[in-house]
C-alpha cells in the first residue's frame, strides 16, 4: 500500500460547480495534512493545510479531514478554468519531519 | 512566506559531467529539502540538508551521487554527478520554518535539468 494515495484522474468538472478531490494515507499517526496545487511547468503551491478532524474553509477551497477513516480531501467550490491543475495532497508521517506527496490528481474545469 | 530563488532555472548538460544547483532563502529556515520530480510524476525528497551537518538521504539516493551542502540557514546546494540521460527531472528546493510554528512546506521555482 502507498503511503499516500490519490486518484490520477483527470477528473472533468463542468465551470461552477463543485470540484472534490480525494487522498487516504496509511500511516494513522500522522497529523498534518497538506494540499498543493501544481499548474504545468510550475512549482507546487500550498493551498491548504489541516491538522484536525473535520473541515477547514479558505475561500473556495474546503479541507476535510477524517483520521479515523485515514483520509482528506479538498472541496473546490464555483470551480473556474483558473483551476484546471494537478493537485498534489501530502502528509506527514509520524516518525519523521518531512511530507510524502501522492502521484497527483489533475483537474480539468471545462467552460 | 519566504521568497525562494534557485540558480540556474534550466540547464543542458552533457552525460559524465557534473551540475550544482543552488538554492537562497531571503529569510532563516530550520529546514531545507531537495526534491527530484520527473516528467509527468510526482514529489521525490532526495535527502534534507542539514545546516552544520552531513545531509539526511532517501531510500535510493546516495551523497556519492547527490552531495548537499547547506552552511547557513538561508542558503544549500544540490550536486548532481556523473550524470546520465536518467538524471534528466526537474529538481526542487522546499523550505520549512519550525520556529514560525508551523510544518508547512514552500518551494522555489525548480530548476530543468536535461542530460544529453
Known amino acids: 500500500q502507498k503511503e499516500v494515495e490519490q486518484n490520477s484522474g483527470p477528473l472533468s468538472v463542468p465551470e461552477g460547480a463543485i470540484a472534490s478531490l480525494n487522498c487516504t494515507y496509511s500511516?494513522?499517526?500522522?497529523?498534518?495534512f497538506f494540499w498543493y496545487r501544481q499548474y504545468s511547468g510550475k512549482s507546487p503551491e500550498l493551498i491548504m493545510s489541516?491538522?484536525?478532524?473535520g473541515d477547514k474553509e479558505d475561500g473556495r477551497f474546503t479541507a476535510q479531514l477524517n483520521k479515523a477513516s485515514q483520509y482528506v480531501s479538498l472541496l473546490i467550490r464555483d470551480s473556474q478554468p483558473s483551476d484546471s491543475a494537478t493537485y498534489l495532497c501530502?502528509?506527514?508521517?509520524?516518525?519523521?519531519?518531512?511530507?510524502?506527496f501522492g502521484s497527483g490528481t489533475r483537474l480539468s474545469i471545462r467552460p | 512566506s519566504a521568497v525562494i530563488s534557485q540558480k540556474p532555472s534550466r540547464d543542458i548538460c552533457q552525460r559524465g559531467t557534473s551540475l550544482t544547483i543552488q538554492c537562497q532563502v531571503d529569510?532563516?529556515?530550520?529546514?531545507m529539502f531537495w526534491y527530484r520530480q520527473q516528467p509527468g510524476q510526482s514529489l521525490t525528497l532526495i535527502a534534507t540538508?542539514?545546516?552544520?551537518?552531513?545531509?539526511?538521504?532517501e531510500s535510493g539516493f546516495v551523497i556519492d551521487k547527490f552531495p548537499i551542502s547547506r552552511p547557513n540557514l538561508t542558503f544549500s546546494t544540490l550536486t548532481v554527478s556523473n550524470m546520465s540521460p536518467e538524471d534528466s527531472s526537474i529538481y526542487l528546493c522546499?523550505?520549512?520554518?519550525?520556529?514560525?510554528?508551523?510544518?508547512?512546506?514552500?518551494f522555489g521555482p525548480g530548476t530543468r535539468l536535461t542530460v544529453l
Open positions: 522546499s523550505v520549512e520554518n519550525r520556529l514560525a510554528g508551523n510544518n508547512e512546506q514552500f
Open positions: 489541516i491538522y484536525s478532524n
Open positions: 500511516d494513522r499517526g500522522s497529523q498534518s
Open positions: 540538508a542539514n545546516q552544520g551537518s552531513e545531509a539526511t538521504y
Open positions: 529569510s532563516q529556515v530550520t529546514m
Open positions: 501530502a502528509v506527514e508521517p509520524s516518525s519523521a519531519s518531512k511530507i510524502i
